[in-house]
Nanobody, 126 residues
Framework: QVQWVESGGGSLQPGGSLTLSCTAS????????LGWFRQAPGKERGGDAR??????????FYADSGKGRFTISKHDDKNTLYLQMDGMELEDTGVYYC?????????????????WGQGTQVTVSS
């Protein structure tokens, strides 16, 4: 069973940049949809970005809050998923989780994902 481990979290000031990584314990070749979800303090976990792999191309989806600032990418040979975040805002604070699913489709809801990491904390403060 695939287990994800996130890294790269930390504290930074507004306007800064941060790149999160998430590495799987086994091959995720069959996982055609991977995503990053954020749980802000006192709020439910919501999706920030996800990537759907068709084998010959990708489609990337972003929440409105991250469009133009976040970039999701993956390195298949390393079984690693990334989230590059630029122009960080106070509202980006939260625990970031990566997740994946092996079924077709790339849903926005977190309930659609079967494999999760433990999360990494990102704190944006001035």
């Amino acid at each position: 069973q695939v287990q994800w481990v996130e890294s790269g979290g930390g504290s930074l000031q507004p306007g800064g940049s941060l790149t999160l990584s998430c590495t799987a314990s086994a091959s995720t070749y069959s996982h055609k949809c991977l995503g990053w979800f954020r749980q802000a303090p006192g709020k439910e976990r919501g999706g920030d970005a996800r990537i759907e792999d068709y084998g010959y191309s990708y489609t990337r989806f972003y929440a409105d809050s991250g469009k133009g600032r976040f970039t999701i990418s993956k390195h298949d040979d390393k079984n690693t998923l990334y989230l590059q975040m630029d122009g960080m805002e106070l509202e980006d604070t939260g625990v970031y989780y990566c997740a994946s699913r092996s079924e077709d489709g790339c849903p926005e809801a977190r309930s659609g994902y079967d494999y999760w990491g433990q999360g990494t904390q990102v704190t944006v403060s001035s």
